[in-house]
């Protein structure tokens, strides 16, 4: 009797180390005797259910790609669960080409949809899904990376590293808009590991939704701290995350968004960078303060790199373990690395009974980590605004009288503590 045959999707961003997992369950899959299916444009044609875009995979096809960037399956948003009609052809598709094993490759919604496809086949096809995701948001144990994030943050802090020393030789700032649609850990390491002087994230805004402004004056008040040891320069990292708190009200851009199959708004379909850097300059000018910003997304640029080491050796054992799993009889998991140990996740523990979506990893602001990271940071503080020296030296910087500045700053300052207060921080 015929072994069954393993298919590959990928589904939702590409990032780096995409390659490197199809590679490796293909060589495994076909060395224990099975035929290995590659789905191109993840479930979009298969949810139609045609076939012109599945193929069946050798080992020389993928024997090399492991160091490569991008995905030779390509990649897509396609949501089969959104529709019954399309979810019932994805299982028809894989029972007519006689898989019986499914994996998928993506982040939380293709997890999602994994999961769902599962359900939906009935035990018919084992499903097990390897997590990827630039973003690092989905809930592994022991707080380990998705394959991905690490070479996406090397090659993010070198573009920041390179922004940074252009600042500084041309006296201007730069707003970075990196990616992250939940959760800021991707700015955030980039911040850290390149030493910008400025990363604000979704988490450290309590509120619900944020209004424009509020995240603007935190952003001036750190320029104008800066400005008063005589750096007029600097870079700030923002995750893209935040215009997703913002208050539609503030930004009416966001109201008539575009949105991808799973409602998420298209970040690139709007040009929130720009909204930010014309609000920021404005701002700068009520203080009189004349200052090149110049917005920078920083996102498509990481998405396909070539992976580093630490994704190239992460995404074969993930490939491996996850053909291991659901050739050993295991389905409806996500295949996780926990130190030298490869784990498998149900996914009945990633799912959120109030949202019914797979939970999002957020960054922790209260870990000792964090506090490190923002003791780097150059932010306005409480104390700050009660220093007399402080505020006198801003207020002529800008021309603006104290009183002034403390009035119109006193809503955005850092706690105590949490960044530095005194001038020789700075």
Known sequence: MEKKAVAIVVGGGPAPGINGVISAVTIEAINRGHKVYGVRDGFEHISLGKTSQVSQLTISDVSWIHSEGGSILRTSRANPTKNKEHLNNVVNVFKELGVGYLVTIGGDDTAHSARVVADTAGGAIAVAHVPKTIDNDLP???????????????????????????????????LVNAMGRKAGHLALGIAVASGAPLCLIPEEFEEEKIKLSSLVDTIVGSILKRAASDRRYGVAVLAEGLAEKLDVDSIPELASAERDPHGHIRYAEIDFGGILRRAVRARLKEFNIDLPVVDKNVGYELRCCAPVPFDREYTKQLGFGVVDFLLSGGSGAMITRQGDKLDAIPFSQLIDPHTNKTIVR????????????????????????????FVARLAELTGVSSAVIRQEFSHCVAVEGLFPDRLEEI
């Open 362 to 389: 957020y960054v922790d602001i209260k870990s000792p980590l964090y506090r490190v990271a923002t003791r780097y940071m150059i932010r306005l503080t409480e104390s700050d605004l009660r220093s007399d020296t």
């Open 140 to 174: 592994l144990q022991g707080k380990a990376s998705t394959f991905g994030y690490q070479t996406a943050r090397d090659v993010g802090t070198e573009i920041v590293d390179t922004l940074m020393r252009d600042a500084r030789s041309t006296s201007r700032w730069y």
